[in-house]
């Protein structure tokens, strides 16, 4: 946690005091160390950043009087289309994908994803939250990504994701693509990334046909969770 | 795994017939599901990849006719040095510079390092060699990267460190860096990455009198094992 991510909640009536007394109180005790007086990187969720001043810390709460004087960092303007992994990889991944800015995350059916991954208490609203929460506290960042889940390859692909790519440049992940991830885009972009095995051949003419440029990191086949920051790492 | 890494002991004698019982045989019968017949890629520990063709496949061995006929991807020329992570990280970030094609491989202790994270059974050379096998599966790759283990930053920096980053681009990541992470680049290179929290100023002062320039990707402070994917796809 790099930043303490503040709820309207948590704050006082009349002024800039907030009191916490949740996971985030045991975060500042046992983690960071802090005492009274320590200023500590705050942020309001969905709202700007800045610090807060220790006024109080102990097993019971902890309050602050909080400036929020700054933006947060920009999101990267990338629609990111990503199978279903599966649960445990589920939950590192939305962290991640929360942490490099991600501005917009759906979750895809394809052929080669496990019905049964769909069944994952994971994919609960309350917990995709928490762990997106998870990803902005270590990046310093206040602004969630949208989520949306599509069980449903095709009507998605069809029906849904035209829309979406309008005025972005989409590309899809496939080791075997000739054409090679372009690097540092100034244009937003959405990149579909597919289960582990890959998309199957129908699934990527169903996304040329909708405009998407197949592209490749190279020979090594990397797991999804490598290839996400990768991928990002190389687009922007 | 997206190849079955051989030994040279799993060649029968006189000819290009390998006889696995392992847990090779295990994953191929119950992830592959291959049957006899099949081409399953392989590649052999060290040395060139290409395809077996199985000739048998039961609950006892599978057996494969090889040809080796492809040089293995390459290497990256990239010396990463990184700050020991906690156990169940590292586990997990080995396979993952593995898999990435990292060349060398340096674990070193920094002021953030938990003196127990030294103790962990998965440092055993065993234990390390067999995350890398599992990256070099993932990857298609056979050559597994050079691993060092230094436990005392300061020697080593200042002794060994030189002589490692001759003829390459000394790099350290650093989040507050004004330098942005270089990219494409066409030259070795070395990089370090502290650990979470970051390396202190002693340390980087210590690198940077070695001739590292610290460098960063941008504001967002990520996980180390976001950050080395991340790092390594814009430099290379």
Same mark, same amino acid.
């Given at each position: 946690?790099?930043?303490?991510?503040?709820? &309207?909640?948590?704050?006082?009536?009349?002024?800039?005091? +907030?009191?916490?007394?949740?996971?985030?109180? &045991?975060? $500042?005790?046992? %983690?960071?160390?802090?005492?009274? =007086?320590?200023?500590?990187? @705050?942020?309001?969720?969905?709202?700007?950043?800045?610090?807060?001043? %220790? @006024?109080?810390?102990?097993?019971?709460?902890? !309050?602050?009087?909080?400036?929020?004087?700054?933006?947060?960092?920009? *999101?990267?303007?990338?629609?990111?289309?990503?199978? #279903? /992994?599966?649960? *445990? +990889? #589920?939950?590192?991944?939305?962290?991640?994908?929360?942490?490099?800015? $991600?501005?917009?995350? $759906?979750?895809?059916?394809?052929?080669?994803?496990? *019905?049964?991954?769909?069944?994952?208490?994971?994919?609960?609203?309350?917990?995709?939250?928490?762990?997106? +929460?998870?990803?902005?506290?270590?990046?310093?960042?206040? $602004? #969630?990504?949208?989520?949306?889940?599509r069980?449903?390859? &095709?009507p998605f692909v069809e029906d849904e994701l035209p829309g979406l790519?309008?005025?972005?440049?989409? #590309?899809?992940?496939? /080791?075997?693509?000739?054409?090679?991830?372009?690097?540092?885009?100034?244009? /937003?972009?959405?990149?579909?990334?597919?289960?582990?095995?890959?998309?199957?051949?129908? !699934?990527?003419?169903?996304? %040329?046909?909708? =405009?998407?440029?197949? %592209?490749?990191?190279? !020979?090594?086949?990397?797991?999804?969770?490598?290839?996400?920051?990768?991928?990002?790492? *190389?687009?922007?």
């Open positions: 946690m790099n930043l303490i991510l503040l709820l &309207k909640e948590d704050f006082l009536p009349f002024g800039d005091r +907030v009191r916490i007394t949740d996971r985030r109180l &045991k975060h $500042v005790l046992s %983690v960071q160390g802090a005492s009274r =007086g320590d200023e500590l990187a @705050v942020g309001l969720l969905g709202g700007r950043i800045g610090t807060g001043t %220790v @006024v109080r810390l102990d097993g019971e709460a902890l !309050e602050m009087d909080v400036r929020l004087e700054r933006d947060p960092p920009q *999101k990267l303007p990338l629609t990111l289309v990503l199978s #279903l /992994p599966r649960p *445990k +990889v #589920l939950r590192r991944i939305l962290r991640t994908m929360s942490s490099l800015g $991600v501005e917009r995350i $759906v979750l895809l059916n394809s052929f080669r994803v496990e *019905k049964s991954y769909w069944q994952t208490p994971f994919l609960n609203e309350a917990q995709v939250k928490e762990q997106l +929460v998870l990803g902005l506290e270590q990046a310093k960042d206040t $602004v #969630l990504p949208e989520v949306l889940l069980p449903l390859f &095709k790519v309008r005025g972005t440049l989409p #590309l899809v992940a496939h /080791p075997s693509a000739a054409e090679p991830c372009p690097r540092g885009l100034t244009r /937003p972009a959405t990149l579909a990334i597919g289960p582990e095995g890959g998309f199957i051949p129908y !699934e990527i003419d169903l996304l %040329v046909s909708c =405009g998407f440029l197949p %592209v490749s990191l190279g !020979e090594r086949i990397l797991t999804v969770e490598a290839a996400v920051p990768a991928l990002i790492s *190389k687009l922007f």
